[in-house]
């Protein structure tokens, strides 16, 4: 990824919060003289993301167990215009750009077939994606017959990226003047863009 030093993200806990609030991932493979790209959601626990496909889904089988793969997280991302800039009526030295925040996982693919590991990786999702939807209301894996259970899983792969290299991105007009930059930011407020505008300003305040 062209990472320019202004625009790295080194905040874990900024990293964190991207792969959490942004969950479905594009994944990215090579095959052979081709590109293996699939979308699902994951959930990233220590050094690894955790996940599943649907059986149907040749990715199993077209791949080998470690494979080379990387994930693609992508928050909030917007075009700027060069009306925006406060400084713009002054020199006129301004272009349209775009702003955004990404996050690029490398490292090792496997798959998981048993049972146990098919229903941890649905457990993990569908806990944390009910409780912030639903609170005390989530749906539970138990809520559903047992039978209907098992011919779900049976329908599903499960995944485990083993994660072994990490780069984001936060692209967010740092390199603008602060009048700019502060235009920019609340702009970001104003078209509700609240992921941007919060690390906008967490930016100002270091």
């Keep these: 990824m062209y990472l320019p030093e202004d625009f790295k993200e080194n905040d874990f806990e900024e990293i964190k919060a991207i792969v959490e609030q942004f969950p479905f991932a594009t994944c990215v493979a090579n095959?052979?003289?081709?590109?293996?790209?699939?979308?699902?959601?994951?959930?990233?626990?220590?050094?690894?993301?955790?996940?599943?496909?649907?059986?149907?889904?040749?990715?199993?089988?077209?791949?080998e167990d470690g494979c080379k793969a990387a994930f693609i997280f992508k928050a909030e991302n917007s075009y700027v215009s060069p009306n925006w800039y406060p400084t713009k009526a002054q020199h006129h030295k301004h272009v349209p750009t775009w702003n955004?925040?990404?996050?690029?996982?490398?490292?090792?693919?496997?798959?998981?077939?048993?049972?146990?590991?098919?229903?941890?990786?649905?457990?993990?999702?569908?806990?944390?994606?009910?409780?912030?939807?639903?609170?005390?209301?989530?749906?539970?894996?138990?809520?559903?017959?047992?039978?209907?259970m098992k011919t779900m899983l049976d329908g599903i792969v499960g995944i485990e990226f083993h994660i072994k290299r990490l780069e984001a991105k936060s692209k967010l007009s740092q390199n603008r003047e602060k009048i700019d930059y502060t235009a920019v930011m609340n702009?970001?407020?104003?078209?509700?863009?609240?992921?941007?505008?919060?690390?906008?300003?967490?930016?100002?305040?270091?």
């Excluded at 979308?39 to 649907?54: C, E, Q, S, T, V």
């Excluded at 702009?187 to 270091?206: A, H, I, P, T, Y």
Aim: no cysteine; aromatic share 10%.
């Design 31 to 63: 095959i052979g003289n081709d590109f293996e790209l699939n979308h699902f959601p994951m959930i990233w626990r220590d050094d690894k993301l955790i996940g599943h496909i649907a059986f149907a889904n040749s990715m199993h089988k077209s791949l």
């Design 100 to 148: 955004y925040q990404v996050v690029h996982m490398h490292g090792e693919l496997y798959f998981k077939h048993s049972e146990k590991e098919k229903i941890a990786a649905v457990g993990l999702l569908t806990q944390l994606h009910e409780k912030r939807l639903n609170g005390s209301n989530a749906w539970k894996m138990r809520d559903a017959p047992k039978d209907y």
């Design 187 to 206: 702009k970001m407020d104003e078209m509700q863009f609240v992921g941007m505008n919060k690390r906008m300003k967490s930016l100002v305040e270091k």
